[in-house]
Nanobody
């Protein structure tokens, strides 16, 4: 069973930055897509950023220009650099990995990001 472990969440002031990391238990090259989602209690989980094995990343409109996703397949890790954070970015952030074969999707347990002064 694939395991995804997120890290890097925490409390940050508005305008600040955080970098989330997600380490996979299997080779990053084995996933057709990896990404980040977030969820606020009472709301649906929403896509934040997603990157296919090859190609340009996709971002939610609300984070374009502020967040950057990157994959290091050799390290089986996906990152989310979050800049200019806003209170509306407060959520639990989940790492996602997807394989077309199956298809199969895997989720991490989440890491809490709180943006508050």
């Amino acid at each position: 069973q694939v395991q995804l472990v997120e890290s890097g969440g925490g409390l940050v002031q508005p305008g600040g930055s955080l970098r989330l990391s997600c380490a996979a238990s299997e080779s990053g090259f084995s996933f057709d897509a990896m990404g980040w989602y977030r969820q606020v209690p009472g709301n649906e989980r929403e896509m934040v950023a997603r990157q296919l094995r090859w190609g340009s990343p996709n971002y939610a409109d609300s984070v374009k220009g502020r967040f950057t996703i990157s994959r290091d397949n050799a390290k089986s890790t996906v990152y989310l650099q979050m800049n200019s954070l806003k209170p509306d970015d407060t959520a639990v952030y989940y790492c996602d990995a997807f394989r077309n074969l199956g298809p199969k999707e895997y989720w991490g347990k989440g890491t809490l990001v709180t943006v508050s002064s």
